[in-house]
């Protein structure tokens, strides 16, 4: 039974690994076009949009599809489900569209704000806001019914219509305004296609509500989470734009995703534990949740480690070959900070969190991250003004570093870890000696970056091999895996 349960994890992992890389290389390669034919500024009135739109898509479904994944994942009952899904549905489309309207009414002093005077970046903003909404709550679905291809396939053929819809309207001449104009209507008919799909599997019925409740009990404390959550990923933005100007925010946003790529590496677990783990705490079998749990973080870190280190180290060619020479010259400094905080993010938040959205904890979550929150807006407060985007990197660091720690402290009240050190010691010796070998082709040698990051991973590699870090009961089972997939 466990062996075809890791490989069902296996191969779900690997979907929306899949999924996640597509949507990575995606953003790389939209701001290596984006920064390039609209400049530095073009590219931050792009950022500042989608993190508005970030903003907005954390509070306004409630949590509800949050709380869908949680309850639908282990409810047998059809009629019950179909209630949960469409109940969920008819409120998330009844506050987005307020919330729309609210935008529209105070559209002045938002474009003044963010966007230069132009409201057209705020028509299409409040467009936007339903459909984004309804996609996530639509798309999860497939999450919460272990129908992980969907959601992969999903998510791919989105993301390839949007960045070559991107591409050639860059290519054309146009501008950010008929960039955005293009992703609206892409959105807004895979979203009706999709809805359509969910209506021809899974039915239709009137909504009555049943366990709206329930649902917002559970979905409304991971609200102000969410929120704050934005607040420590994404209002240094907003506040570089106001405190050095929009232009500063387009330097910053390239070393930003460059460090914060390794979140790409965290999703597909996530994703799969959210899914999976609350089926096997339902019944009781403890003893599998915290051996899927270690096998799940033990294989993340083999992945993350490294990366971080070598983003690190190559940070600056590698954003040159990105975005331009002026660009990567300031971006660069605020990725290892960034690097080194999205891992304690990863490992804090997608890995031992988990533990409390297993025990319904999300008041501790909200608690988690709005304490961050606000330490990461008063060291932004400070910092920015003193040493610029620095700063802004820096606050973002000591706010995932205390989202880890207090992650730690209040899931060993619930859920007993038991995390084996050992090969967690050996993949950071392994990192270490790749990192040494890296610096030394990159610094010395001045080798080309295809071939350090070639040799870096060899390296790395070799020195796992070595080591031991994977035992042959695991190698074994993932290469008979491999061949059967």
Known sequence: MYESLY????????????????????????????????????????????????????????????????????????????????????IIILFSSFCA?????????????????????????????????????SINLFRAFQETQKFAAVSLLRTFIELTSIFFITLSGFGIIWILISLLFIRAAILVI????????????????????????????????????????????????????????????PGYSLGSAIIMLMVPFSFVLGSILPKYYEVGDMDLVRKIFNLSLKYFLILAVPTVLGISILSQPMLVFLTTESIANIGYQVTPFIAFGSLFYCVGSGFIGQSLYLYKKTKVLMFVWI??????????????????????????????????????YFSNKYFKFSVNYGPILKIILSSLVMSVIVLHLYVVEAANIFLIVTIGIISYGLMLLCLGTLSNEEFNFFMNYYKIN
Do not use: H
């Open 371 to 408: 304490l961050a929150s606000i330490i990461n807006l008063f060291l932004n407060f400070i910092l920015i003004p003193e040493i610029g985007i620095i700063g802004a990197a820096i606050a973002t660091l000591i706010a995932y570093l205390l989202v880890f720690l207090l992650n730690i």
């Open 7 to 90: 490989k069902r994890i296996s191969l779900e992992v690997g979907l929306i690994g899949l999924a996640n890389l597509g949507s990575t290389l995606s953003s790389i390669l939209i701001l290596s076009i984006l920064t390039k034919s609209l400049g530095v500024t073009g590219y931050g009135i792009y950022v500042q949009f989608f993190v508005t739109l970030a903003l907005i898509a954390s509070f306004v479904p409630l949590g509800l599809p949050v709380a869908a994944i949680r309850f639908i994942a282990g409810e047998k009952n059809r009629n019950q489900i179909l209630d949960d899904i469409y109940s969920t549905f008819s």
């Open 194 to 253: 999709l809805i359509l799909y969910l209506i021809r599997s899974i039915g239709f019925t009137y909504p009555r509500f049943s366990r709206i409740r329930e649902y917002l009990r559970f979905g409304i404390p991971t609200v102000p989470g969410n929120m704050a959550s934005w607040i420590v990923n994404s209002s240094d933005k907003y506040l570089i734009g106001i405190l050095l100007g929009i232009a500063f925010v387009g330097y910053y946003s």
């Open 101 to 137: 309207l609210v935008l529209l009414f105070f559209s002045e002093g938002i474009s003044r704000w963010l966007f230069d005077e132009n409201k057209i970046f705020v028509y299409i903003l409040s467009a936007l806001i339903p459909i984004e909404c309804i996609y996530w709550a």
